[in-house]
């Protein structure tokens, strides 16, 4: 295939298993890790957990990434959209309360045929760092019951240093707005598990808090009541973090005060992380 799938648009020539893109991806699915997994909002993962798939390889490559070894290294194996359906009920049927997609841009296409093989009754949730192009995210339109993007920057220099793209912010606001036109309102079943709706991770990074209320004010002007916003203060550095001295460190408790400050006064609603969750023991073992 040839692929422009997300925002990049490499144009990339993507065979069976290695491509020439960006996330060097081919084109048969790779997974890291399908199991529950228990650590999501609890609208998400509540007492049962989410049936979480993680993908390999990932269209930002974040330097501080926490899953550096499937995002960045691509580590995992090959799964068919046949195989991945079985997972799908199988992980159904261990009683999770939801589905999670997590990193999956770069597979869409195989995930809808996933979908069109098997598509569980609990809802779907689409784990994904807000670098979407809007076309692709319409080809989910149906498949996709709750959305989970990140909004990692409004600084664009800062996401050029950290996630090697151009235009973040711009490009996130936009596929925010698509994935709301499909998933405009908030529902949660009798137990408070979220059946519909948008819900927008931040990610403080340490020495950047100009960063996050800059987001936080950027959520507020466009989306404001339609979403929940879940504040994570669970930085630690990882991977290729440790060559950049900036975010060579936790969060200190201040800069998470501060940040939590302007999400009050913006009166946004939703979710803030406990500091003190900042520990490498939540990155999952990557063993499927
Ligand atoms: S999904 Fe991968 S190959 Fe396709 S446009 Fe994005 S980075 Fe390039
Ligand atoms: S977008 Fe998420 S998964 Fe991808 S590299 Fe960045 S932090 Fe890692």
Not at 233 to 253: E, H, L, S, W
Request: glycine share 6%; charged share 25%.
């Amino acid at each position: 295939m040839v692929c422009n799938l997300c925002p990049r648009k490499c144009n990339a020539i993507r065979d069976e298993l290695i491509g020439s893109g960006f996330c060097k991806c081919g084109e048969k699915m790779k997974v890291a890790r399908i199991a529950p997994h228990y650590w999501e909002e609890p609208c998400i993962s509540s007492e049962n957990g989410c049936g979480a798939v993680f993908f390999s390889g990932c269209t930002l490559k974040c330097v501080y990434c926490q899953n550096y070894e499937i995002s960045s290294e691509n580590n995992g194996r090959y799964i068919s959209s046949v195989e991945l359906s079985e997972k799908l009920k199988e992980l159904e049927q261990s009683g999770v309360h939801t589905i999670e997609f997590v990193s999956a841009t770069q597979y869409v296409d195989k995930i809808i045929e996933t979908l069109d093989i098997y598509k569980p009754s609990v809802p779907i949730i689409y784990n994904t760092s807000g670098f979407e192009s809007v076309e692709t995210l319409r080809k989910l339109d149906g498949y996709i019951d709750v959305y989970l993007p990140d909004f990692k920057y409004s600084d664009d220099t800062l996401a050029k240093r950290l996630s090697n793209c151009e235009n973040y912010s711009e490009i996130a606001i936009n596929a925010i707005k698509e994935m709301l036109r499909q998933c405009p309102n908030l529902t949660f079943d009798d137990n408070g598990i979220i059946q519909k709706g948008v819900i927008i991770r931040h990610l403080v990074l340490p020495n950047h808090t100009k960063n996050s209320i800059g987001v936080l004010r950027l959520i507020k002007e466009h989306f404001s009541d339609s979403v929940l916003l879940s504040l994570m203060g669970q930085y630690t550095p990882y991977a290729k973090a440790f060559d950049y001295p900036d975010i060579n460190r936790k969060i200190t408790p201040r800069e998470y005060d501060k940040v939590l400050d302007e999400l009050i006064a913006l009166n946004l609603d939703g979710f803030a992380q406990e500091l003190e969750s900042a520990d490498k023991s939540y990155i999952p073992q990557w063993d499927y």
